[in-house]
């Protein structure tokens, strides 16, 4: 059966687990043949290859550390010869490595940005070209809500992701004449492994900070992925859409 997304080829970084499992699963749904990158965990990406094979699309992943340059190009590579080339990117690959200020060192900092930001960037780059010359493209990347507000002890993590609004927001500009919608995602507080290891007491505080009472899912963010993806994400560009059970505000 035809989805809303039938004929286009999505990439998804980081898609073998959490929100971006559940992207890469939602999107071949849709009818999209699904490219994922891994940073280590084949296991969990061939099983959400399997998955979006169910829905009857094509699909593959490929390991890619997507703050490595070299990594990414051999990333668009297979997909395009693979899968064909890419009309939807989601940016999605995130790591934390938490700390108070004065105790943060210098190379957490950095490897934050390298993967959350200049991944990003890096794989917008390469998603570009094709995009532009075919005048259609979605890209699509995962901010936070800690971007939009900040939040004491993710100094690097919050700078990477508000970081990921400029570059949404550039690249709206940049791109928006030939067709290419470029937005972000702001998920609140979703139950992935990410969040798994948080201490009881800082969850409590923060289910306190959140409006409808509960955490998100990671299904609850990929339906919003796919709205920009599909038809109606057609005239947005340039967005921040928070999906975070009003914990923004
Ligand atoms: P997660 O469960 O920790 O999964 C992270 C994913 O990124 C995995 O697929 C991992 O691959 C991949 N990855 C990590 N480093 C990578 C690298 N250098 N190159 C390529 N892939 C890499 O994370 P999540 O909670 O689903 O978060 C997904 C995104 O949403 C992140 O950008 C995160 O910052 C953002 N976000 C999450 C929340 C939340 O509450 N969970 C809230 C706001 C924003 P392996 O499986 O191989 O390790």
Redesign the pocket.
């Known amino acids: 059966m035809a989805g809303i997304l039938t004929g286009r080829t999505a990439l998804v ?9 559940a992207i890469a699963i939602a999107l071949a749904a849709e009818g999209a043949d699904v490219a994922l ?6 296991d ?2 061939q099983e959400v290859v399997e998955r979006c094979l169910a829905q009857g699309g094509r699909a593959a992943a490929f390991q ?4 490595r340059e070299e ?1 990414c190009q051999r990333l668009f590579s297979q997909t395009e010869e693979q899968l064909g080339s890419v009309d939807i990117l989601i940016n ?5 490595r938490d700390g108070l200020l004065l105790r943060m060192k210098a190379e957490d900092f950095d490897r934050v940005l390298e ?2 930001l200049r ?1 990003a960037f890096l794989c917008s780059r390469l998603a570009a070209r094709g995009m532009l010359k075919r005048r259609w493209g979605r890209i699509i990347s ?5 971007g939009l507000h900040g939040n004491a002890g993710q100094a690097n ?1 919050a700078a990477s ?1 508000a970081g990921v609004i400029g570059l949404t927001k550039a690249l709206a500009k940049e791109l928006g004449s030939r067709g290419v919608t470029v937005n972000a995602i ?10 798994e290891g948080l201490p009881e007491g800082i969850r409590e505080g923060l289910l306190g900070a959140i409006p409808l009472g509960r955490l ?1 899912e ?1 299904e609850e ?1 990929a339906r919003a992925a796919v709205f920009l993806a599909g038809p109606g994400g057609d005239y947005i560009t340039g967005q921040v859409l928070a999906v975070d059970g009003g914990m923004a505000g």
């Open positions: 970084t980081g898609g073998s687990r959490g929100i971006g499992r990158c891994y940073a280590g965990r084949e969990a990406a890619a550390d997507v703050s990594d999605n690959a995130g790591i934390t993967v959350n991944g995962l901010s936070s809500v800690v993590y992701k702001a998920p609140g507080f979703i139950r992935t492994d990410m969040t998100g990671a963010v």
